[in-house]
């Protein structure tokens, strides 16, 4: 790891002062990604600033229908957190399966959608559930959030402080994992709102998206058979060691498949 | 530049205190710093777990940290598991467990299943093998193939609970 100051911000002020001080600076909660990205000196930040540990950023409540998450929630937080599981179960189980328990331990919500990448799987849970992000400057909707591969919309400075989860009818995530990583190589959460349908994918594109084919045939009739003649194309798929883009394509289907079926006891034989 | 600060922590029961630099790892603290080297590194890429230790009581990755994330913290590895008694050292339940079930064989990743393997069971006392498997993931062992590394939490757990 190259050379550089750590700062412990006492509030969201400080750490947003430090960040404007120190144009190199790195913001740091859980650091399950950063810290393994500096040990490789893929990254050389002149200063850490952390902020995992601020307690306004760690709250998780709900609001009638709204649940709202604090940005450096952990996932085993979230995991086992009884409002949560209460409100939105898909929601709880999505973060169990990220990383393994070590990793749920220290990694946050707000790390993992705030760098974006596009196997990680809290991306396809704020934009499949049409959360809004919450920041120190404004509220952004999840369809305008994520702009591709470790690309957001968040300004130079801008933290994300919380999302803000509509509860949803019924949802459920279907995950493939990399066996070794952990990381989705193909996830797909299935949202019913109760006003529409969104199928939000991660894993399997530059960055998460949403199957809008699928979105309007599981409005039609919310069923395993609605999915008869549909197929995601490969093209602009994701392509690596572990799988090609015919792959993944088909991968989206199943898990899209699985995760219905999951929600409404349909049996996929 | 090479900026020193001081971290202050208690690690097994005692406080430790030593001035390092800010880029330094938790687990390089732990062995290099503080002189306890049954926290071992197996990797470089945060994958192996065999750094595994709890930090103000949950299982995290000492190598994925830095030191002075863990100012003030509250630490156990491996060598704080074990009970001074008049008798001599006695040793945790998930240890004993690992002997008798023969979950090892290098014992390289030894520490770190253990010490996953007790957060696992103070949160889920009761485990099933799939719930033991899951806890696990944070965890490669090269040698055994993990099943008898199963049977010893399995093991471990009754005796936590009490029920052997």
């Known amino acids: ?36 990205t500096l040990k490789q000196r893929l990254a050389q930040p002149s200063h850490l600033v952390d902020i995992g540990n601020l307690a306004e950023l760690r709250a998780i409540r709900r609001d009638r229908a709204t649940l709202v998450v604090g940005a450096a929630a952990r996932h085993a937080e979230v995991a086992s957190s009884g409002v949560v599981r209460e409100a939105i179960p898909a929601l709880a189980a999505l973060a169990n399966q990220i990383g393994d328990p070590a990793v749920r331990n220290m990694g946050t919500i707000g790390g993992s959608v705030a760098n974006n990448d596009p196997a990680a799987d809290y991306p396809a849970a704020v934009l499949g559930l049409n959360a809004t992000v919450v920041t120190t400057t404004r509220e952004i909707a999840a369809d305008d959030f994520f702009q591709g591969m470790f690309t957001t919309a968040l300004a130079e400075g801008e933290i994300v402080t919380a999302f803000k989860f509509p509860v949803p009818k019924r949802a459920h995530y279907a995950k493939f994992p990399h066996p070794a990583s952990g990381y989705a190589m193909t996830g797909v959460l299935v949202v019913d709102t109760g006003a529409g349908v969104r199928v939000a994918v991660t894993g399997a594109g530059a960055g998460v998206f949403r199957w809008q084919a699928a979105e309007e045939s599981l409005q039609a009739s919310f069923s395993v058979a609605s999915f008869k003649a549909l197929q995601h194309s490969a093209d602009g798929l994701n392509e690596d060691m572990h799988a090609d883009a015919r792959y993944r394509a088909n991968l989206i289907n199943v898990m899209t498949k699985r995760a219905v079926a999951a929600i409404t006891g349909e049996s996929l034989l | 530049m090479s900026n020193l600060n001081r971290v202050t922590l208690t690690l097994n029961g005692k406080t430790v205190s030593h001035d390092v630099e800010d880029r330094t790892l938790l687990v390089d603290f732990i062995r290099d710093h503080a002189g306890f080297t049954g926290t071992h590194v197996g990797c470089d890429t945060s994958q192996c777990g065999c750094c595994t230790i709890h930090m103000d009581g949950r299982a995290i990755k000492s190598c994925s940290l830095l030191a002075i994330q863990a100012q003030g913290a509250t ?5 704080g598991l074990a009970k001074q008694t008049a008798t001599g050292l006695e040793l945790h339940p998930m240890q004993q467990a690992f002997s008798d079930c023969h979950g090892l064989q290098c014992g390289f990743c030894t520490p770190g299943m253990i010490m996953a393997a007790v957060d696992l069971v103070k949160h889920c006392p009761n485990p099933s093998r799939e719930e033991i498997i899951h806890g696990l993931e944070g965890n490669l062992c090269r040698c055994t193939g993990y099943v008898n590394i199963i049977k010893a939490i399995d093991q471990g757990a009754k005796v936590m609970r009490g029920a052997v």
């Open chain 2, 75 to 79: 630490l156990t590895t491996i060598e």
């Open chain 1, 1 to 36: 790891m190259y050379q550089l100051s750590y700062l412990k911000a006492s509030s969201l002020a400080q750490a947003g002062q430090w960040l404007a001080a120190h144009p190199e600076a790195k913001l740091l909660a859980g650091g399950m990604t950063l810290i393994p």
